[in-house]
């Protein structure tokens, strides 16, 4: 049986994607809580011993460090035959739609949450402009999930662990309510908490938790 081990911090919501991936399909994780807020991921020794790139998550698998949330829920589909492509149609589709994730959804939600929900209040012009390239993404996947149960279609798959991950933080972090604004996206949402296994972020990633200022 292979022995994970997943360096994290709470807030991290691609921390949450491998956490939420690991436990749905029935593994165990030693969770290593770091000290993201402290600043230990922009030092030399972490970097040299944990990971180069200077970014949480990392997931080891018997010992070997592994980075990077897309590949890695990627090959833990492949390993245990749940939540990945069965055709190439599917493998396609679910590639377009992770770099789309990696590059939009979560990437502008990730940099909004924070700046908004863990840092004091800063340029205002700053936050409007990440909010509505925000709110155009979110549209885009409102109207992806408006008349199918998952992102591709009938059943989940990592699309829907990887972009659920930054929107199901507790509502006042990034200031959405979903149920008002997006109401298809907060059904889906609820489509994902049904799966057998599922667990919240702060379920999941537990630990020390970052001063919010909101």
């Given at each position: 049986m292979t022995r994970y081990r997943l360096h994290y911090f709470p807030e991290s919501g691609n921390s949450y994607?491998?956490?939420l991936m690991l436990t749905l399909c029935g593994q165990s994780f030693e969770p290593v809580w770091t000290d993201f807020g402290g600043g230990v991921t922009r030092t030399e020794a972490w970097r040299r011993t944990v990971n180069p790139m200077g970014e949480i998550p990392v997931l080891?698998?018997?010992?070997?460090?592994?980075?990077?949330?897309?590949?890695?829920?990627?090959?833990?589909?492949?390993r245990y035959g749940r939540?990945?492509?069965e055709t190439e149609a599917e493998r396609f589709e679910i590639l377009r739609w992770l770099f789309w994730d990696n590059q939009k959804l979560t990437g502008f939600m990730a940099t909004y949450r924070f700046r908004r929900a863990f840092l004091p209040p800063g340029d205002p012009a700053v936050m409007e402009f990440l909010k509505s390239r925000l709110e155009d993404?979110?549209?885009?996947?409102?109207?992806?999930?408006?008349?199918?149960?998952?992102?591709?279609?009938?059943?989940?798959?990592?699309?829907?662990?990887?972009?659920?991950?930054?929107?199901?933080?507790?509502?006042?972090?990034?200031?959405?309510?979903?149920a008002a604004s997006h109401p298809a996206i907060q059904a889906w949402l609820g489509r994902i908490a049904a799966l057998p296994g599922w667990k919240s972020p702060y379920e999941l990633l537990p630990g020390q938790r970052m001063r919010r200022y909101v």
């Open positions: 994607k491998l956490a080891e698998e018997d010992g070997e460090k592994l980075t990077q949330t897309a590949p890695i829920l990627l090959r833990l589909a492949g939540f990945g492509a993404f979110l549209g885009i996947l409102e109207r992806q999930v408006a008349d199918r149960p998952f992102v591709l279609g009938e059943r989940a798959t990592i699309l829907d662990i990887s972009m659920c991950a930054y929107l199901s933080f507790p509502r006042e972090e990034a200031g959405f309510d979903f």
